[in-house]
């Protein structure tokens, strides 16, 4: 493990919303950064939203001098999980919520890299125990829960399985407060403790809106104003995906119980696509 503030080389195996905003974070803070992303005009996609984001951080003045200084230039996208570097300090992967695939790149990556690489998995929900068992070192894995969007979000809740070492558990504390984000460290159980508070308001909320208590608008207000949430939970529920939240949910309804059941009406509109922001369409109409 790098014992610098941050990681020296860093992993990031998919290069979507939540990849791209894991890599862009370690590569302003000084790590290099190899994102791994199969799909030619994916991995393309995957530079801009990082070369993007670096952009809109100097402008806030987060960001320590103009982004083409140099930062870009510690960015690297790759088509395989082999070219991941040896000596790759931390890899997380971040693809879309399916324990099989997870388990599997995990699996590849340690292959790749070497012994005291920290191995992380960005799932919101998923058990970090059951991809642990995918590994021949389980110690050196842990749930590195990132919140969208990541450049900008102050917390990093990390998850740990039985088998997680302190030294995993200590370097990981330690990165993220290189990061400038607070950590949270909760032990491995259905949706976290981040992913399961937030869902069962999201889909009171959902339920609220399927029986006509109040309009989106209005019970996003009421908790904004009235109980200082930064956004409401159907607005929020659009940034993160209403198809995310579906999964999370059915997966907390197999694990935790009924209540948990994903409304109907979340169902209805990830059938339509109505998916939040990304499609343009969710609770709110998004340009």
């Known amino acids: 493990m790098s014992t610098a503030a941050t990681p020296a080389e860093v992993g990031v195996i998919g290069g979507g919303r939540m990849g791209a905003g894991i890599a862009q974070s370690f590569a302003a ?45 510690r960015v690297t996208v790759v088509s395989s999980i082999a070219q991941l570097p040896h000596d790759t300090d931390l890899v997380v992967e971040a693809v879309f919520e399916d324990a099989a695939l997870k388990a599997e790149l ?31 070192r389980p110690g050196r894995f842990l749930g590195m829960h990132f919140f969208n969007p990541v450049p900008v979000s102050a917390l990093v809740e990390l998850v740990l399985a039985p088998d997680t070492t302190e030294a995993t558990r200590a370097a990981a504390v330690r990165w993220t407060h290189a990061l400038g984000k607070q950590d949270v460290v909760v032990r491995d159980s259905p949706g976290f403790a ?17 029986e006509g208590v ?4 209005a019970i996003d207000t009421a908790m904004h104003l009235g109980y200082r949430h930064p956004m409401g939970p159907l607005r929020l529920t659009d940034v993160v995906g209403l198809d995310v939240r579906l999964a999370i949910a059915e997966h907390l309804h197999a694990t935790l119980g009924d209540r948990f059941a994903p409304p109907r009406l ?22």
């Not at 109040?214 to 608008?217: G, H, K, N, S, Y």
Request: hydrophobic share 45%.
């Open 106 to 136: 995990l699996a590849a990556a340690e292959a790749v890299v070497h012994d005291g690489c920290v191995l992380a998995s960005n799932t919101s929900s998923l058990s970090v125990t059951e991809l642990a068992a995918a590994l021949m």
């Open 214 to 217: 109040a309009a989106p608008d």
């Open 194 to 210: 981040s992913s399961r508070l937030g869902l069962a308001l999201g889909l009171e909320a959902i339920r609220m809106v399927e």
């Open 29 to 73: 803070a000084g790590s290099r950064v190899v994102v791994v992303e199969r799909d030619g005009s994916t991995a393309a996609a995957a530079m801009e939203r990082i070369t993007k984001g670096l952009r809109q951080a100097a402008e806030r003045g987060t960001l320590a001098g103009p982004p083409d200084l140099g930062v870009p230039d």
């Open 266 to 287: 979340l169902r209805e509109k990830v059938a339509r696509g109505e998916l939040g922001r990304k499609s343009g369409q969710g609770f709110y109409r998004w340009q």
